[in-house]
């Protein structure tokens, strides 16, 4: 099965339990970010230039636990920045686990080996190792050298310690498809147990040309859904046919919230229109309507899985061809 039963169980109890409440704008994932200080500056990086004056502002633990607590999101994705040079990241790690959530914990892997004398495998628990292509590549794109040796040595050790781990892959306009194929062969030969790919997207901070616009995405990810059934690729097969143009959906940036130091970030995770102090707060008063694309201009190009992976999990009932292929892909 790719996902741990009790992810696909918790999931299903929440979705069903909102339907019968005809709640339709709930969360799904919590992208929780403690801290936007990171230990590197990649090229594409949206959030250490748009927070680049709080930078160095922390959450409280307390704060992060609350924010938990406010969002009854199932999953909690703990992100950054770098989590690892957030000072409280085990306790916050155990508190959320405590809670009975599930976390995926977002690191580039620099400090991953040491990190994991302080941590415990728990099936609730999965890392996610950010690795955009082979050594040469990853270095460059991460602008750091040894970058992709020190998150091997990390993905090596905890594979070894049971750790479940994913790697998380941006695709931009120059990525080479071969290059990824056999990179995530070589991670498949270490035990990695899934990946996720999304298309680099043109956050508003960094506003370089790096980035992929719709028909790129398209083309591109045409030759990506096809690596799908060579991979076992934790991105949806509903997703992926969505970033091919086979799939039509529309986004629910409620899905993913962000909430960082500055408060929860509306609409979504990639575009800021204002922060605010509670998730209720939040919920109620963003005019969720203004958003989406042919809505913003700002929308125009994005496939971001924030926006649309919340889409097809909580559209997934609706049809039983998308029923038969979310239960084939996930038994597989
Ligand atoms: S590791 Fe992540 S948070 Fe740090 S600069 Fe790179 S993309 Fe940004
Ligand atoms: S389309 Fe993208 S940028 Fe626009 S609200 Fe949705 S996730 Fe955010």
New binding site residues.
Partial sequence: MRFPLKLNFDLTRYIIKNKMMKNDKFPLVLMLEPT?L?????S?????REYADTLQQMMTLEECLRSVDECPAPVVTI????PFLYPHVYELIEGVLQRGKHIYL?T?GLLLEKALERMRPHPNFTLNV?MDGQEKTHDRI?ERKGAFKAAIEGIRKAKRLGFRLCTNTTIFKETDLDEIDTLFTSLKNLGVDGFLVAPGFGYEAVGEKLFLERRDIERKFRDVYEMSKRHRFFSTPMYLRFLMGEKELECTPWGNPTRNTQGWKAPCYLITDKHYPSFSEMMEKTDWSKYGVGKDERCSQCMMHCGFEPTVVSEVGKSWKDIWEMARWNLS
């Fill in positions: 936007h990171c230990n590197l500056a990649c594409g990086c949206g959030r250490i992100t950054g920045g770098e977002c580039n950010h991460l």
